[in-house]
């Protein structure tokens, strides 16, 4: 609260400069920065933690290198398309956007890599901020990945599922996603791409709200999901005990646990508490802490490591 009404203090003091008062009556500029500074606070994540680092908190692997996540001509391309399924799960029809990889054929088969979004996004929002496209095409090219379809979902699973209003208020909604995504996703996947089944064939990752649900999701059914990433993972992720019942089982069955965070970002002790119980009780994960913060800088980078080290 304080730090909306310096920014509304701020912001008016601003507007005055250049909305002389002779012009607008007072009371219109004050009500026009009011209004502009609550929707800038509904829209943006509310991220008020403060980062205390400690010496584990580095990076695992080193940054991608320059150029990653630039189109390239010379190589081939995957393909990117838009699809339409029914959700009994929700009662609407909802969409995924899916990348199928180079030298794509329906007389081969599959894994899948879920690839969860932001509480400001949906299915598109990885395309909005960086060309994930791009950044798999350069791996194909560079062989550095095994061929698979990446399935972006939109994690908002109610029927109103587009990223408007108060986005805070459709939290839960991340929660129901895993219904749609077992019931609902994966059978219309089986149906419909040339798929691999199974948990060795299932990934799940995503950032910030979608890394919470991925952790949600992915440990908790490990019949379905063996490669598992949390990318500055939010509030959303459950708390560790209820992640993780039983340790020794998902350390048997895990066979990628990947968190990341940036190390200027204010949910990183999620990633911190979780790394810790995970070294004390032995499961086997990557914690890299990359250079940066809540953003897509970060996550970009992400992708580009985990995918590389998933279904091999
Ligand atoms: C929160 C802070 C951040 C929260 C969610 C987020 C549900 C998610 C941020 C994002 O997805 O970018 O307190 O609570």
Request: aromatic share 10%; with cysteine; net charge positive.
């Amino acid at each position: 609260m304080k730090l909306i009404s310096i920014k509304i203090n701020v912001m008016y003091s601003e507007m005055k400069k250049y909305t002389a008062p002779r012009h607008y009556p007072t009371w219109l500029v004050f009500a026009l920065c009011l209004l502009l500074a609550s929707s800038l606070s509904a829209q943006q994540p509310r991220i008020p933690r403060t980062i205390v680092l400690g010496p584990g908190d580095t990076a695992a692997f080193p940054h991608a290198p320059i150029g990653f996540d630039v189109r390239q001509q010379n190589i081939q391309h995957g393909k990117t398309d838009t699809v339409t399924y029914f959700s009994k799960s929700v009662g609407t029809k909802r969409k995924l956007v899916i990348y199928t990889p180079p030298g794509y054929s329906a007389k081969k088969k599959y894994p899948i890599l879920f690839l969860t979004h932001g509480i400001g996004g949906d299915e598109k929002e990885w395309y909005k901020y960086t060309a994930p496209d791009a950044i798999l095409d350069n791996l194909y090219a560079a062989k550095k990945i095994v061929p698979m379809i990446v399935v972006f979902p939109n994690g908002r699973a109610q029927p109103d599922d587009r990223p408007t209003g108060n986005i805070y208020a459709s939290a839960p909604a991340f929660g129901n996603f895993e219904k749609d995504l077992l019931n609902d996703i994966i059978p219309f996947m089986e149906a419909n791409y040339p798929v691999k089944t199974g948990r060795l064939n299932h990934a799940i990752a995503g950032f910030s709200m979608g890394g919470g649900q991925s952790l949600n999701i992915g440990l908790k059914n490990m019949d379905k999901f063996a490669w598992v990433g949390g990318f500055s993972s939010a509030p959303n992720t459950k708390p560790i005990t209820e992640l993780i019942t039983n340790p020794a089982e998902t350390a048997s069955k895990i066979k990628l646990l990947y968190l990341s965070c940036g190390d200027k970002d204010g949910l990183i002790s999620i990633g911190q508490s979780l790394h810790v119980y995970l070294q004390q009780n032995k499961v086997p994960h990557i914690w890299q802490v990359n250079a940066g913060g809540h953003n897509m800088d970060v996550w970009v980078n992400d992708l580009y490591l985990y995918s590389q080290r998933i279904f091999k």
